[in-house]
């Protein structure tokens, strides 16, 4: 009869340990819903936040994935180039390492064996840049931009290849 009666004080405990458990779980669940909420109101979803023209813009580009781009190459120019800048009438100096990117092995060979023309034609083209442009982040992306562009020109020249795909200026100095 003993045992009857401590089986019957366990029961409520059980039941109790088994209500607070519930409790928790619910209590964790409904406190998450309620920071998804919080946090969704005070701050969207990226997706949210696009606009039609995000989308139709993102439409327009067509991106490769991945795994069909081959790895890229990058082709440091060294030593860093040094030229001759106008500011104002007064000479400046500039100091920029320049490495280029490109997907295409073939390219990246061209550009290899073609370094001393390319550098020539970079400190040409470098040297016309006016101090005032390289002063803001447009200026310099224009300047890599035209970069790439006259690097395509010299590799088209002497080795019949096109396809330098960034121009990287990895460090720039006004003296």
Known sequence: MAETADAAEESPKAKLGLMQILAIIGLVIVTQVVMKVVLDTFFPPQAAMETAEDAEAEAD???????????????????????????????????????????????????????????SALIMLFSTVEYESLS??????????????????????????????????TSMVFQ
Do not use: C, F
Request: glycine content about 4%.
């Open 136 to 169: 803001t982040v447009d200026g310099k992306r224009a300047l890599q931009d035209s970069a790439r562009a006259r690097i395509d020109e010299v590799l088209s020249e002497l080795a019949g290849v096109e396809g330098v795909d960034a121009v990287y200026l």
């Open 61 to 119: 580009v067509e991106e490769v994935p991945v795994e069909e781009l081959e790895p890229a190459n990058y082709l440091p120019l060294d030593p860093a180039l040094v030229v001759n800048i106008q500011d104002k009438g007064n000479s400046q100096y500039l100091q920029t390492s320049i490495q280029l990117m490109t997907r295409d092995t073939e390219v990246y060979e061209a550009a290899k064996l073609h370094a001393p023309a390319i550098r």
